[in-house]
Structures are given as structure tokens and as C-alpha cells.
């Protein structure tokens, strides 16, 4: 069986390694990398030693970021009453993305999970506590999945915040905006439909 | 809806398979271990994405292949047809596709093609532990309402979390919130479980009782929905023939209570370990003339129970008369000849029903069809299957 030279063949399995990248898209980047020029493969290389090293986390929310604390925390225009929190440094970008949000975020590192041996202590939640707490907040807006273990994890939250007298709040559940009623699943429907608004008012 | 043409590839021991039915009485006959199992077994695939027989899809595949497909044009009561394909490939999973486009979950599959499946194991259904009974409810109930099915998923898998959170519970407050947490959302998707099972019993038992007298000549077998959450007047008849919708519960209202009987238990349950209460313990009661079946029952009683729940529930699934496919597994054997022809001739009035067995005489058993009226033959041996 022809096999790829030595070292390509080397790239090929490493870029295998990542997440998203099967055989084939990894014989298609390598291959391609190969193709550019010194100065584009060493841009990348230093790039990504680079991204690795001065990317840590923020000591308040535990977001992604080159400075500590990271640029949303240390915004005096954002609403620092207001903690948003999610699972896992991704979600802040989506939440960042909608544009709608002005306060801050925290972010857990996971959600509860006896089968997986992640319990409370696994979680960034004695630091979230600590902010409830010390930052004076006037409201936690819980922003993670509804599945099983997001929404137990909401309900262990606003359980362990409750007598700090903070307000909390959980994401609405329903329809895709734009989507058509007869695709929604019937859980979704189910629960758009518990969680209906009154329009009369 | 009726199954038109089977294909394989890769299936058990079908290497490569493509076959026509009748819409009527089907029966394959064969050899045991010939494979005629597997092609009732590769129908409940395309009807419920698994099979029915509790193996798993590595099981399934044929040996040393990478993966197995099965295809399968249904004709609809309308007159329409639907292609059904779901592949499996080992490590990739299934995917199943309708008339060429890809489903986005396995359970939109739910409702194009209706099953009923009835195993030797199933003549003792009213004989043994409650699971076999859950699963007929849980069988019927996911085939007719793919929301019952996604809130059964999430239960199970709550309830595995919840179970898991006892066993490591410690005597603090933490310890105590996170089972808390998880007893909240056992409740939520329980109590969509209670409330889907509450409503389709009633419907399930008035239809028995009808089969069994028929059958028995008078007997009255009466089954009744037994949560072992205390859910009041409702799923709680004094043992009376169930019928009408006065034991029906608002899923909201079943939260409520099983929330209740979650607290009522938790030190107890912290002490073993797991849940004591919940759909996962429920159990479907059958009385024959105010009796309890399973402790009293002769042979003769539980098979002609078995023969009458089964029938309800192929009653049940054809509700709204769009049909529903029956599958005998090598159910005659189990049988004497009087009660099997009444089976059959009963599954047949739904439609399209399939019947294996390892003799060709139970096609006798169909009296006054004659070939070509919907009734085929089909001799199974070795991977092939050849219409007679």
C-alpha cells in the first residue's frame, strides 16, 4: 500500500488528533499546508506556541483571556450588578454574540454529573457564591443547556444562592425563533407551552 | 401501513436481502437459527430505530462487516408510499433516512411504521416481575406519542444521575442540595412518564377485557395502571373494569405528587442508595375476575391473558385506524392450535401481520384464505429467503 512520505505522514496524524478532523480533512490541511510558503507555516506554528502561552483564564469569571482581569470584568461600563452563568468559556462568546447583554459572567467548568463524578466541588460555584456575596448583585441569570444536568445544575444554583437574597432568573426554553411550530420536538412544544407569555396585558 | 419490500445488507447472517409481502397474513418457516427472527427483528428497525429483541447494533451487524443497512418501502393506509433506510456503522452510530432525506433524531422516525411484537418469552407476561409489563406499556406508548418517548429517555438518564448522587450522598447540606437538584428534574420528566401512562391504560384495558372474553368465553380480565407514586383518585380504580378518562392526570399535577413521594422517602433512600419511587417501579395489575392473575393463574389463564393483552395492544397502536405490523416470533409453538388460530386470526384483522415458526403447517392456521388473498409463504433457510 503507497503511503505518504515519513514526516507528512507525521502532520496528517497529528492534525488527526483534533477535535473535528477525521483522515480526511487532516490529509486536506496538511497537503495544503505543505503547499504555503515558509513564512505562512511559520506564522502558524509561532501562532499557535504563542496563543498557548499568553491565553489564561480570568481570576474573576474564568473566561478566556490575555489579561487579568479579562476585558469584560474590567469594563466599568458593563453592569456589574448582573452575573451571567454559563457552562463552559465558549458560551460567553455566544451570549457576547446576541449583542443584548451588558453584564458580567461566570463561567462553571461543567455541569453536575454524579455518573461522571463531577459534583459541586468540581464546579467554579464557591467563587460564583463568593461574587453573590461580595459584588452586591442584583441578579443571576442562569444561562446553561436544558438538558437533564444543565437544568438540575440550575436548580442546585438557585437552591445555594437563595438566602444571599439575590434575584436569579434561567434562560427561557422554546421555540427556534423562525422555526415553524410542526418541527419543534415535542418537549420543546411541551415546554413552550407550560412556559407560555400573556399577551393580553 | 403495511411493509411492501424488505432490504438487507449486512444484516445477521443476510448478507445481501430483498423481498416482497403481502398486505395480509405472512408466514416464514424454517429451520431454527435459519434467520427468521432476524427479518422481524430488522422490521422493528425501521419502525422504532432498534431492535426488538434487546440486542445491540454490533450484535446485529454480520459478522467481521463494518456495519449493517436495512431498507423498507411502507405503504400508507392513503395509498402513499415512504422509503425508510437506517444505516449502522460501528463507531459512527445510525442514521436513518425518510423517502432520501436524513432525519435529524431517531425518534422522528417514530409513527411511520407501527409495530407489535409478541415472543415466546411474552406467553408469561402476566406471570412474572413487572418489567416485562412496563416494557409493553413503554413499547405502545413510544410508538404512538414521540413526546412520552423523549420524556422516558430523560428520565432514565435523570434518574441514573439521581441514583448515583444517593450512593455518594455524605451527611451534609451540599451532599443534600445536589440530590435535591436532581430529585427536581426526576419529578419534571417522571411526572410527563405518569401522566402519558395514566391517560393510555384506561384505553389499553378496555380493549383487553373485549379480546379476552372473546377469547375465554366470558372471563373478565381487568388491568389497572399501579404507580408507586401515590397519585390519589387517579391510576387508583378499585379494581373495576378501567374505562373513560376519569383516571387521567395532568403531567403537572403528576410532578407534584411524585415530587411529594420523592421527599416523603429521601432518608430512606439515603440509606440504600437509590430510588425507591417512581415510573421506573410502577406495574401494569391484570385481574381475571377480581383476582390477581399472577398469583393464582393456570398455564391455560396467563396465555390466553398474554394473547388478550397483546391483542389491545395492537388495538391501541391501530387507534387511528392508519394500521399497525404484528410480529409472531415463534408464538404457535407456544400455543395449543385453538387459542393460536384465534391469535391469528385476530392480529390479521389490523392488517398486515408476519408469523415465523418451524413448521410450515401453521399456515393452516389461516382457514379459508387461500394463497394469493394475502397470504404468502415463505421458507427461510441460511441467509435466503424464498417465496413460495
Redesign the interface.
Known sequence: MLSFPPTLDRLIKLLGRLPGVGRKSATRIALRLIQSTEAECRELARTIVEAREKTGRCSICGGYTEDDPCPICADERRDASLVCVVERPSDVLALERTGRYGGRYHVLDGL????DGI???ELRIDSLVERAGEENLREVILALNPT??G???S??LA??LRPMGVRISRLASGLPVGGELDLA???T??TAL?ERRDLSA | MWLRELRLTSFRNYRSLAIGFENGLNFLYGPNGSGKTSVLEAISYLAVARSLRSASDAEVARWGDAGFGVGGDVIESDGGARTIVLRYRRGAGKEVSLDGEPLARLSDLVGHLRVAWFCPEDTWITKGGPDARRRLVDMTLCQIDAGYLAALSCYRRALRQRNEALLNWTPDEESDRVVEAWSGKVADYGGRVIAGRAAMIPRLAEKVSRFHAEISGGDTLTLAYRSSVPLGDAGRSPGEAATGEEEAIEPGEARERFARALGDGLEDEKRRGFTLVGPHRDDLEVKLDGRLLRTFGSQGQHRTAAIALKLGEAAVLDADGRGVVVLLDDVLSELDNERGAALVSHMGRHGQAFVTSTARAARELAPGAGEGEGVACYHVNEGEVVRE
Open positions: 453536575l454529573s454524579p455518573l459534583g459541586p466541588d437533564a444536568e437544568e438540575a445544575t436548580l442546585y437552591k445555594t420536538d415535542e418537549l412544544l411541551g407550560e
